[in-house]
């Protein structure tokens, strides 16, 4: 008899991140964006916080996990 297990503890705190991080774009995005002084500079201010991101994971990574 195969047993599947639908629910498995080790998966879940990949489950929450992946759920929160998917739930926060549009609902974090817009209030910063409306509380800029220039939201018109909110796709600078995106790309430059998402480049400081992915550098800081990148090098990380790179340092052998």
């Given amino acids: 008899v195969l047993r599947y297990e ?8 990949l489950y929450a ?3 929160f991080y998917s739930m926060e ?9 409306n509380s800029l002084q220039k939201p018109r500079k909110s796709y600078f201010v995106t790309a430059m916080s998402m480049s400081a ?6 090098i990380y990574g790179l340092s052998g996990y």
């Fill in 6 to 13: 639908f629910f498995i503890w080790e998966t879940l705190p």
């Fill in 17 to 19: 991140t992946t759920t």
């Fill in 25 to 33: 774009g549009i609902n974090l995005v817009l209030p910063i964006e």
């Fill in 53 to 58: 991101y992915c550098s800081i994971v990148l």
